[in-house]
T-cell receptor
């Protein structure tokens, strides 16, 4: 079964607004990552946060991690129409040296121009 | 550097047939992972290969198999196809199973 649960499943906002997506997971993690997928294409890595980190920034992206609540959030500020995509959180467990990630179901973001 | 290349992009098969999908990782990457993506089940991990050895395996039946060659290129095979095998199959590579994965565009498999 899937490790991560994402919330909301779908989000529709206007260009310029902020978008926040949440991810929860069940067991302890090594790190948590966020990926983006444009319709029917491959995933693109956005940002990685390690279990001993609480917050990370990359451009317009801000990720937080709360290991006590087993949850993470992704904030996209000043959204653009080009941000329209599905966003997935993915967790890695155990050793960091493995290509096995457990993905959430994803949040579909629509940014209206 | 060229990205992860998956071939073919689209594939149509009928039940009972078998299929082989190919993945060429980014040059220098030794780990290749495969994922299945469906609307109902989302992204599910199939297996990971590192230096020609299967290092991790997901919870899929034995009809799903894979291998990795000495040049790190990987193939996955699905035998006796079922309708439920219709999915987008994604391959991802990393340097050593490292922290972030680089995905290909996927192979869209339709089983009729």
């Amino acid at each position: 079964s899937q490790q991560g649960e994402e919330d909301p499943q779908a989000l529709s906002i206007q260009e310029g607004e902020n978008a926040t997506m949440n991810c929860s997971y069940k067991t302890s993690i090594n790190n948590l990552q966020w990926y983006r997928q444009n319709s029917g294409r491959g995933l693109v890595h956005l940002i990685l946060i390690r279990s001993n980190e609480r917050e990370k920034h990359s451009g317009r992206l801000r990720v937080t991690l709360d290991t006590s609540k087993k949850s993470s959030s992704l904030l996209i500020t000043a959204s653009r129409a080009a941000d329209t995509a599905s966003y997935f959180c993915a967790t890695r467990h155990g050793s960091s040296n493995t290509g096995k990630l457990i993905f959430g179901q994803g949040t579909t973001l629509q940014v209206k121009p | 550097k060229a990205g992860v290349t998956q071939t073919p992009r689209y594939l149509i098969k009928t039940r009972g047939q078998q299929v082989t999908l190919s993945c060429s990782p980014i040059s220098g990457h030794r780990s290749v992972s495969w994922y299945q993506q469906t609307p109902g089940q989302g992204l599910q991990f199939l297996f990971e290969y590192f230096s020609e050895t299967q290092r991790n395996k997901g919870n899929f039946p034995g009809r799903f198999s894979g291998r990795q060659f000495s040049n790190s290129r990987s193939e996955m095979n699905v035998s006796t196809l079922e309708l439920g095998d219709s999915a987008l199959y994604l391959c991802a590579s990393s340097v050593g199973g490292g922290e972030k994965l680089f995905f290909g565009s996927g192979t869209q498999l339709s089983v009729l």
